[in-house]
């Protein structure tokens, strides 16, 4: 079975600053894909950014981007120029390929971010 | 665009009732979710369905029993409500990914249910 660990509960950034929040995951796998959702307190689950194991290129999009370990297991993602929108609670996600598109979670990182 | 409907948004019940949560999804997806969310634990996986008639057990299915008698629809059954059960609920779908991955969840905005 697929485990995924946040090890960050809480973490507090600045507004325009950069945070970095980080994930690990243990599989056997070697096709996978990983994800990171946001959850504002709407309690809307919002997709952020995705990445493919197969593939070496980080993921970006616009002010979000990962550093993807493959060999390490890591799965971190980074926040620029961080808004006050950007407050919420952010989820790491796994998924093995051919399985019908489950997903494991990690238990989450609370994002603060402070004017 | 509805996409991903739940019902009701908030429930509280009592020790021992039942009630039906319900999904509804206009995208014509193919598989469709149940997730609960406990503080400390994030989005535990409770059923699932690959297709119209069929379901599935996923990572903590006791207490609970789901229906997919429509490919538009996913039912979430508690027969005999546990404080065990209080939880955020959230339902997902997605289209067919061939393995592929290919396919984003989408999800409903939860059902917040209190057993006492």
């Known amino acids: 079975a697929q485990t995924v660990t946040q090890s960050q509960p809480e973490m507090s950034v600045q507004e325009a600053e950069t945070v970095t929040l980080s994930c690990t995951y243990d599989t056997s796998e070697s096709n996978y894909y990983l994800f990171w959702y946001k959850q504002p307190p709407s309690r809307q689950m919002i997709l952020v950014i995705r990445q493919e194991a197969y593939k070496q290129q980080n993921a970006t999009e616009n002010r979000f981007s990962v550093n993807f370990q493959k060999a390490a297991k890591s799965f971190s993602l980074k926040i620029s120029d961080s808004q006050l929108g950007d407050t919420a609670m952010y989820f790491c996600a796994f998924m093995r390929t051919g399985t019908a598109s489950k997903l494991t979670f990690g238990t989450g990182t609370r994002l603060q971010v402070t004017l | 665009n509805a996409g991903v409907t739940q019902t009701p948004k908030f429930r509280v019940l009592k020790t021992g009732q039942s009630m039906t949560l319900l999904c509804a999804q206009d995208m014509n997806h193919e598989y469709m979710y149940w997730y609960r969310q406990d503080p400390g634990m994030g989005l535990r996986l409770i059923h699932y369905s690959v297709g119209e008639g069929t379901t599935a057990k996923g990572e903590v299915p006791d207490g609970y029993n789901v229906s997919r008698l429509k490919k538009q629809n996913f039912l979430l059954g508690l027969e005999s409500a546990a404080p065990s059960q209080t939880s955020v609920y959230f339902c997902?779908?997605?289209?067919?990914?061939?393995?592929?991955?290919?396919?984003?969840?989408?999800f409903g905005n939860g059902t917040r249910l209190t057993v006492t």
């Open positions: 997902a779908s997605s289209a067919r990914d061939e393995g592929w991955g290919n396919s984003p969840l989408h």
